[in-house]
């Protein structure tokens, strides 16, 4: 699932090329003929994520909702203006597969395709297989030579505008709300430091940590407690901190709470400026390039089961918690 910096990035590339356009909304899948029939016909006045929910808002009050849940994303197609967060990775915008970016591209100008030959501009959200399996044909980008390109597989709304296309596949939610409704959904959700980094917000995460019996690993991945944390964050925010992921909320020192809160923050806004979840600090040179590159290089635990702790060397635990995989030492965090 994409995770907070993802839906930051892709509400970006809306920003960047949707907003103050008027947008042409339809649904070649029909399952959202009512819904994009609203704002057809309407200019997109605002792009904004809350975690990993996202919110782009349209005149007259209405506002469309979209939560990509484990397999919805976003392609886009057409005369596409990079942000300048986009431009510094490269052109990649956080894919969940975390397949990499490769830096010093022979043509830095150029779209860049990952290590694995994926045009990484082109598609925001999903992992790269069910994207293909979702628009039912391997010659997807051979579809992008005419625009508006047609559409492939079952796309739930596209938006368009004279230069640039945006086709949703595969959401948990896709609707049209107005604003009290938007209010009310944002109400619900933790705070997300990208939108709010005061000290009213670390209060709210601190002081709700601080009352629950639930183990820490669980409260992370609650976007009513903090917005935006999934799979992989967890694991390697609870390494960075030490933190046994078992031990419940309010047995979690208060510094400990508050250092989480900095932490996601600062790793937050990392992965919103490179499009990776880059969780090993200090790193430089060859070693950065690498890790930019492979998983494998750029966090402490995550996806390393069994394999030795980068620290201590006591081989890294796999375990599942709240029917996600928590990966964690067992040494280095107690």
């Known amino acids: 699932m994409p995770e907070g910096h993802s839906v930051h990035r892709i509400t970006r590339q809306f920003a960047?090329?949707?907003?103050?356009?008027?947008?042409e909304a339809s649904s070649p899948q029909g399952r959202f003929a009512a819904g994009a029939a609203e704002i057809s016909g309407r200019t997109m006045?605002?792009?904004?994520?809350?975690?990993k929910q996202m919110f782009l808002e349209f005149d007259d009050d209405l506002w469309l909702r979209v939560h990509l849940g484990m397999y919805g994303a976003w392609d886009f197609a057409g005369d596409i203006r990079l942000d300048a967060t986009i431009a510094s990775a490269n052109g990649r915008m956080g894919q969940t597969n975390q397949r990499g970016t490769i830096l010093d591209a022979p043509n830095p100008d150029a779209v860049?395709?990952?290590?694995?030959?994926?045009?990484?501009?082109?598609?925001?959200?999903?992992?790269?297989?069910?994207?293909?399996?979702?628009?039912?044909?391997?010659?997807?980008?051979?579809?992008?030579?005419?625009?508006?390109?047609?559409?492939i597989g079952q796309v739930?709304?596209?938006?368009?505008?004279?230069?640039?296309?945006?086709?949703?596949?595969?959401?948990?939610?896709?609707?049209?709300?107005?604003?009290?409704?938007?209010?009310?959904?944002?109400?619900?959700?933790?705070?997300?430091?990208?939108l709010d980094d005061s000290p009213e917000a670390e209060e709210r995460?601190?002081?709700?940590?601080?009352?629950?019996?639930?183990?820490i690993g669980?409260?992370?991945?609650?976007?009513?407690?903090?917005?935006?944390?999934?799979?992989?964050?967890?694991?390697?925010?609870?390494f960075r901190a030490n933190l046994d992921p078992h031990t419940p909320g309010k047995l979690v020192p208060e510094e400990t709470v508050r250092a989480l809160w900095h932490d996601w923050a600062h790793l937050l806004r990392i992965g919103v400026e490179t499009g990776q979840m880059m969780t090993m600090d200090g790193l430089e040179g060859e070693e950065w390039r690498q890790a930019m590159a492979n998983r494998a290089d750029r966090h402490w635990v995550y996806?390393?089961?069994?394999?030795?702790?980068?620290?201590?060397?006591?081989?890294?635990?796999?375990?599942?918690?709240?029917?996600?995989?928590?990966?964690?030492c067992p040494t280095c965090q107690r």
Request: proline fraction near 7%; charge should be neutral.
């Open 45 to 51: 006045i605002d792009a904004r994520a809350v975690g």
């Open 156 to 194: 739930r709304v596209r938006l368009l505008t004279e230069n640039v296309c945006a086709d949703l596949r595969g959401p948990t939610a896709c609707e049209v709300r107005d604003s009290a409704e938007v209010e009310a959904i944002v109400a619900k959700l933790g705070p997300d430091p990208l």
């Open 112 to 151: 860049v395709f990952d290590a694995d030959g994926e045009n990484s501009l082109s598609s925001i959200g999903a992992p790269r297989r069910t994207r293909v399996r979702m628009a039912e044909s391997e010659k997807e980008n051979d579809a992008l030579a005419e625009f508006p390109p047609p559409p």
């Open 205 to 215: 995460f601190t002081t709700v940590i601080r009352k629950k019996p639930t183990p």
């Open 16 to 23: 960047r090329n949707f907003v103050g356009h008027r947008v």
């Open 303 to 328: 996806k390393r089961e069994g394999l030795p702790c980068r620290v201590c060397g006591t081989n890294i635990v796999l375990e599942e918690m709240g029917a996600r995989k928590l990966y964690w």
């Open 218 to 238: 669980l409260l992370l991945m609650d976007q009513s407690v903090v917005s935006g944390i999934g799979n992989v964050y967890r694991a390697e925010m609870l």
